[in-house]
C-alpha cells in the first residue's frame, strides 16, 4: 500500500515506547495548506551559493529520470488542499544532498508516534562483538572474525508513498536556471519527513531480525549499513545467505565500487572504522575514520580561525563533535565539547581564549585519543562504595571521606580518611555553608585513583551517595568550580584504567562506606576487609594537588600553560616541543588547568 506522510504511525513491538502526539488533524493540515498556498508555492529560493542550487536541481533532475518524482508539474495539478514542501540543500563533506522540508509545510505536525524511532547505534556492535568474545572463550573456540558492510542503495527511495502520501509529498524546488520555483510530486520516501524515519526503521529493523533469528548472521543496521562479521571459513556462505535474503525481499544493494568490499579485517561504516585484526585475541577497536576526523579538524580550525560562531554552525559542529567523541574512550572530549553550549542555545558568541584553547584541545584528542576497545565481557567486576560526611561542629570527626571496594570473588577492601582543616578550606570550608557535595565528590576520585589498577578492561560499579556528585562525573564537568576540577581528574583517572564504569546514587542507609566515612570500621572487620588508608592517603594529596595546583599558589605552573597555548595558537611552535614529553601529558596538563 505504501507508506503515508500523516496520521499515526503503525506499531511495531520492536522499539521503545514514547508518545508524540499530533499537532494537526489532516483536515487541519488541509485548511492550512489552502490559507498559506501562495507562500508555499513559492517557497524554494537561492541558497546564496550556487554551487548547492545547481547540486539540488541536477539531483532532482536524476530522480524524475530515476522514476522517484513527477513533474516538473504546474500549480493547477496541485489541489489548493494539499501542502507543498520546500526542497533545499545541504553539504555534507563534498556532497549535496537535497532536504525536503515537511517541517514547515505542517506534514510533520500532523504525524503521531506511539514509538521512539531508536536507531541502531555503534554501540549495538560493540555489545554483539563483546558477546561473541565471550563465547568464544567459554566455548574454547578460536574468536577471529572478519567483516565487511553491505550498503543498501538510495534506501529511502526504495520505499513507495501510498496514493494519500503523494497528496502530501509535492515539493518546491529553486530552478537555478530560470531563477523561478518548480513543483515536483514524490512517490517515494523523502529525506525531511518524520514517517519516512518510522518507515524505513521498521522495514531495516524487520529484515535484520529476519537475518539475526532466520540465518543466526552477526549483524547489526547502523541506518542504512549492514555490518556483518563472521569467522574466516563462514565468511562466502555469509555473503551468500545475506546477499539472497535481500534479494529475496526486494532490496537493492551496492553489489560493485568502493561500497562493496569484501570480508577483512576492518570495515567503515558512516565515519566509523572498525578494526577486527585482534579479534583472535578477543579484542576489537572502534574509532572516527581518518577522512572524518580530517574534516572535522578542518571545520574547528576554521571556527578557531574566525574567532566566533553563530547558533546555526555550533549546533552543527556540536553534533559532529558528539558523534566523533563516543568513538574516543573515556570522557576528556565532553568537557571540550561543552564549549559550544551556549552558542548553541543562543544566538551564538565571540570565542574567547578560553573557547579556543578547549577547541584545540578536541582537535589534538580526536587525532591522538585512544579508542575505543571492546574485549570479552569479563565475569570479573568491582563494585565501589563510597561516602563522606560533614559535621562542622563536631570536635573528633568533622569531615572525612570513606571507600569500600568489593571484588566479585568476594573480596573487601576500604579506605576510612579525615580531611583536616587544609584540605576543607581548599573544598571551600569558610566560603559556604557546607561542603558535603565537594567530599562526596573528592571519596568518588580518591576511591577510582586508588583501585584503578584492579578495575582495567574490567566492569565497575560505582555507588556514591550525593545526586550532584554522580551527575557531575557522568557528564564530566560541573556548575560547581571545586567539583568540575575533581571531575576532571576523574575523567583522566578513568582514561587511563580504560575501565567500563557505571555510576549510580546509593542511599546512606544501604551504602556500607556510610560509616568508614564517619571514621568507624568495625564492621569492615567482619568481612576480613583489607584497609589500604596509607595508600587512599598520598593519593588523595596527589588528586588534589592535581586538581587544585593553581588555587594553591603555584602560579609558574599556570603561567607556563598560558605561554604553550599562545605559542600553540600563533603557530610558532609544537606544544610537544614545548614540553618535550608526551603529546597525552600536554592534553592531560591544559585539561586540568582549565
Not at 136 to 164: E, M
Amino acid at each position: 500500500q505504501g507508506v503515508d506522510l500523516t496520521g499515526r504511525v503503525p506499531v511495531t513491538g520492536m522499539l521503545p515506547g514514547k508518545f508524540t502526539p499530533a499537532l494537526l488533524s489532516d483536515e487541519a493540515l488541509a485548511l492550512r495548506s489552502s490559507l498559506t498556498r501562495a507562500r508555499d508555492e513559492n517557497s524554494a529560493c537561492s541558497s546564496g551559493d550556487a554551487e548547492i542550487d545547481l547540486g539540488v536541481w541536477s539531483q532532482t533532475q536524476e530522480e524524475v529520470a530515476a522514476g522517484w518524482l513527477d513533474g516538473p508539474i504546474s500549480p493547477g495539478d496541485v489541489h489548493p488542499s494539499e501542502p507543498i514542501s520546500r526542497r533545499f540543500g545541504i553539504r555534507q563533506g563534498s556532497k549535496i544532498r537535497p532536504i525536503d522540508d515537511f517541517s514547515a509545510s505542517g506534514v510533520n505536525a500532523a504525524a503521531a508516534a506511539c514509538e521512539a524511532p531508536m536507531l541502531h547505534t555503534v554501540d549495538v556492535l560493540a555489545a554483539l562483538l563483546s558477546e561473541w568474545f565471550q563465547k568464544s572463550y567459554q566455548s574454547g573456540v578460536d574468536s577471529k572474525v572478519v567483516t565487511r558492510t553491505y550498503d543498501l542503495k538510495s534506501a529511502y527511495r526504495q520505499i513507495g508513498l501510498s496514493p494519500q502520501g503523494r497528496k502530501k509529498a509535492c515539493i518546491s524546488v529553486y530552478d537555478p536556471h530560470t531563477k523561478l520555483p518548480r513543483l515536483f510530486r514524490l512517490r517515494v520516501l523523502p529525506f525531511g519527513a518524520v514517517r519516512s524515519v518510522h518507515s524505513f526503521l521498521r522495514l531495516s529493523r524487520a529484515l535484520w531480525y529476519v537475518g539475526a533469528l532466520g540465518l543466526h548472521l552477526l549483524w547489526t543496521n547502523v541506518y542504512d549499513d549492514f555490518v556483518v562479521t563472521s569467522p574466516p571459513s563462514l565468511a562466502a556462505s555469509t555473503s551468500l545467505a545475506v546477499e539472497a535474503l535481500f534479494k529475496l525481499t526486494g532490496w537493492a544493494f551496492a553489489e560493485d565500487g568502493k561500497k562493496c568490499m569484501p570480508f577483512s579485517s576492518s570495515c567503515q561504516a558512516l565515519g566509523v572504522l572498525i578494526d577486527l585484526s585482534d579479534s583472535c585475541k578477543g579484542r576489537a577497536f572502534i574509532s572516527n575514520t581518518c577522512s572524518r576526523v580530517d574534516e572535522l579538524s578542518a571545520a574547528l580550525d576554521g571556527v578557531i580561525n574566525d574567532g566566533s560562531i553563530t547558533q546555526v554552525e555550533a549546533r552543527r559542529l556540536k553534533g559532529r563533535m558528539q558523534f566523533a567523541e563516543a568513538q574516543l574512550f573515556g570522557r576528556v572530549g565532553k568537557r571540550c565539547i561543552r564549549t559550544l553550549t551556549d552558542a548553541s542555545e543562543g544566538r551564538g558568541k565571540r570565542l574567547d581564549d578560553s573557547d579556543i584553547l578547549f577547541l584545540e584541545l578536541f582537535s589534538d584528542f580526536l587525532k591522538t585519543g585512544p579508542p575505543r576497545e571492546i574485549s570479552s565481557s569479563t565475569s570479573e567486576s568491582l563494585h565501589i562504595f563510597t561516602d563522606a560526611c560533614y559535621e562542622k561542629d563536631s570536635t573528633t570527626w568533622g569531615c572525612g571521606i570513606g571507600g569500600v571496594a568489593i571484588s566479585s570473588c568476594g573480596v573487601w577492601q576500604h579506605f576510612s580518611l579525615p580531611l583536616n582543616a587544609n584540605l576543607r578550606e581548599v573544598l571551600g570550608e569558610g566560603q559556604k555553608k557546607q561542603i558535603i557535595f565537594e567530599a562526596e565528590t573528592l571519596a568518588a576520585v580518591v576511591a577510582l585513583a586508588v583501585w584503578k589498577d584492579q578495575i582495567k578492561f574490567k566492569r565497575c560499579v560505582l555507588y556514591v551517595d550525593n545526586e550532584g556528585t554522580k551527575f557531575s562525573l557522568i557528564k564530566g564537568y560541573a556548575d560547581n568550580p571545586t567539583v568540575d576540577k575533581l571531575a576532571q581528574v576523574f575523567a583522566a583517572v578513568e582514561s587511563e584504567a580504560h575501565t567500563y564504569l557505571w555510576i549510580s546514587r546509593v542511599a546512606s542507609f544501604s551504602n556500607v562506606a556510610d560509616e568508614p566515612s564517619r571514621g568507624d570500621s568495625s564492621r569492615m572487620l567482619k568481612f576480613a576487609s583489607n584497609c589500604v588508608n596509607g595508600l587512599a592517603s598520598s593519593v588523595m594529596d596527589v588528586v588534589v594537588s592535581k586538581a587544585f595546583e593553581v588555587e594553591m599558589g603555584r602560579e609558574a605552573q599556570a603561567s607556563d600553560v598560558l605561554r604553550i597555548s599562545h605559542l600553540k595558537r600563533k603557530k610558532c611552535v609544537h606544544p610537544s616541543a614545548v614540553l618535550e614529553t608526551d603529546k597525552y601529558i600536554y592534553i592531560y596538563i591544559l585539561y586540568i588547568y582549565y
